[in-house]
């Protein structure tokens, strides 16, 4: 991607999500996709200003959102795995460059891509948004599951004479050593951080969500590896034994903690500052479908189960004070539609304002980036704006946003 020399903003409404405020008619100047300035907007500034100028005085404007949980890579079939077998690879990284852009044009401009059953098609992806070959979100790309085998991150409804190329099983990984080669052979082909199932999945059939699929001796040896690259692990954990082991062995982000309860899991992630990444709207997603759609009785059984505990572990969260961070799980529900989940937290108790964080700086904290999540000098400008809106009381107005911004530039 070329960048302009300087670009002028002039924002009618700015989110500092940061202070917490809203800032009213602001000058931003980006320079080289980066933000170099945010201060009132004055007539001079713009008189004296050479490049380009975006008048975005009517709109309100925000830091880019952030997904941490999404995967980019394919597509599902009525809560089956099955096109990952009846697709070619070239095939899920096409539908991948579909989800990329639509992903990016719902205002995403940064996502975790938290694993792919072919290893390493999701760096690809990366890779080619990176070289501006195709559009999309910057990606932070787990490259695969490190998954017990038979587990939550394999493709498990298969007849047991049925053996997987060995793309599909990279991750597979049953004692601590086979978790620390698991954890190498992933960074070495390009993994951004690891992605480990400690428990039963909702989709994996025959896995059990509230079961755990590590020891913690395993999930800490996932951890350890992967700080000796300087990465950090996101644990898949449904239940509270699970979630536990995962928080306790040192993992960055625990993803879904749909079935957590009690007061000792909450604890721990205060302890541990861990980012917890809760997945409600997915829930509630595939449980609204259960009436139309043809989902496996097993896959719908599983996600009802959760609906209304996935709900009760956010408030707890809420309440309790640990770090939370927005991730969706989107492809189980269509990409572009990652937004939608916001409500939930209004709805668990959440001011509009720490909602927006948790999209925003928080996810940007839990990635461990200074690039991106905040609309101040240093960080690319990356910027949602929304025609007409003055307040965010209703966050619902992110769930059409008009104009995209990735390092300046508008995404067409
Ligand atoms: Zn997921």
New binding site residues.
């Given amino acids: 991607m070329t960048s302009k020399e300087s670009t002028l903003f002039r924002a009618g409404t700015v989110v500092d999500v940061r202070n917490g405020a809203l800032l009213t008619d602001c000058a931003i100047t980006v320079e080289n996709e980066r933000i170099t300035s945010v201060e009132p907007w004055s007539p001079e500034q713009h008189d004296s200003h050479e490049g380009e100028f975006v008048d975005l005085s009517g709109y309100l404007v925000a830091p880019g959102l952030i997904d941490l949980?999404t995967?980019m890579i394919g597509s599902l079939a009525e809560g089956s795995y099955m096109p990952f077998l009846t697709k070619s690879a070239s095939w899920s990284v096409l539908e991948g460059v579909r989800n990329a852009a639509t992903t990016l044009r719902a205002g995403f401009t940064t996502v975790r891509e938290?694993?792919t059953f072919r290893a390493f098609v999701d760096c690809d992806l990366r890779n080619a948004i990176n070289d501006g070959i195709v559009i999309g979100p910057r990606i932070f790309a787990a490259g695969g599951y490190v998954t017990s085998s038979s587990g939550g991150g394999e493709i498990t409804d298969l007849a047991s004479d049925i053996e997987l190329p060995r793309d599909f099983r990279i991750g597979v990984a049953d004692t601590v050593d086979e978790v620390r080669r698991a954890v190498r052979t992933l960074l070495h082909g390009g993994s951004d951080l690891i992605k480990i199932i400690a428990t039963g999945a909702g989709y994996a059939a025959g896995t059990t969500p509230g079961a755990p699929e590590y020891s913690e001796a395993e999930i800490r040896a996932a951890v350890d590896e992967a700080a000796l690259y300087g990465k950090y692990v996101a644990a898949?954990a449904h239940g509270t034994l699970g979630a536990l082991r995962a928080v306790r062995a040192g993992v960055r982000t625990l993803d879904h903690g749909s079935l957590i309860e009690g007061k000792e899991i909450f604890d721990a992630m205060l302890e541990h500052e861990t980012f917890f990444v809760p997945t409600t709207y997915v829930v509630r997603w595939v449980d609204d479908q259960r009436a139309t759609a043809a989902f496996p009785e097993e896959v719908k059984r599983k996600l009802a189960e959760a609906r209304i505990p996935s709900m009760n572990a956010l408030r707890t969260a809420i309440e309790s004070g640990v770090k939370l961070a927005y991730g969706t799980?989107a492809i189980i529900f269509p990409h572009g539609e990652n937004a939608r989940q916001l409500q939930d937290f209004i709805d668990a108790g959440f001011s509009p304002i720490d909602t927006l964080r948790t999209a925003t700086i928080n996810a940007a904290d839990a990635i461990g980036t200074l690039d991106v999540g905040v609309i101040e000098p240093g960080r690319f400008a990356d910027l949602v704006a929304i025609k007409g809106i003055r307040s965010i009381d209703d966050v619902s107005v992110f769930n059409s946003i008009d104009l995209v911004f990735k390092g300046g530039s508008l995404v067409e």
């Fill in positions: 949980h995967h938290l694993g898949h799980d």
